[in-house]
């Protein structure tokens, strides 16, 4: 059973730059799916950031492309979300993923605990 724990939230002004990180207990293969999805109050989660597990293949949606990189680090099971030029929209609770059978969001089986980002203008 894999866990997940996040960490590298906090808070930035707009334009800053944060890096979030997820360390992943239990085995993580090489078919699976590491994925980020943030959750503003009032409003749905939304899908950030995917990685199929020990390969370059990534999917960002539009809001977050050229500004969000992700990244596996396999020595050490972890993800980590590189987050650039930060707007107050991109605050939420980021919880990382991991999806053994596919992209969809429906997919993402096992979730961490979340940690909060918060972007002021």
């Known amino acids: 059973q894999v866990q997940l724990v996040e960490s590298g939230g906090g808070s930035v002004q707009a334009g800053g730059s944060l890096r979030l990180s997820c360390a992943a207990s239990?085995?993580?293969?090489?078919?699976?799916?590491m994925g980020w999805f943030r959750q503003a109050p009032g409003k749905e989660r939304e899908f950030v950031a995917a990685?199929?597990?020990?390969?370059?293949?990534?999917y960002y949606p539009d809001s977050v492309k050229g500004r969000f990189t992700i990244s596996g680090d396999y020595a050490k099971n972890t993800v980590s979300l590189e987050m650039n030029s930060l707007r107050p929209e991109d605050t939420a609770v980021y919880y990382c993923?991991?999806?053994?059978?596919?992209?969809?969001?429906?997919?993402?089986?096992?979730w961490g605990q979340g940690t909060q980002v918060t972007v002021s203008s």
């Open positions: 239990g085995r993580i293969f090489s078919n699976y799916v």
């Open positions: 990685i199929k597990w020990r390969s370059t293949i990534t």
């Open positions: 993923a991991v999806s053994p059978t596919g992209w969809g969001p429906r997919d993402f089986e096992t």
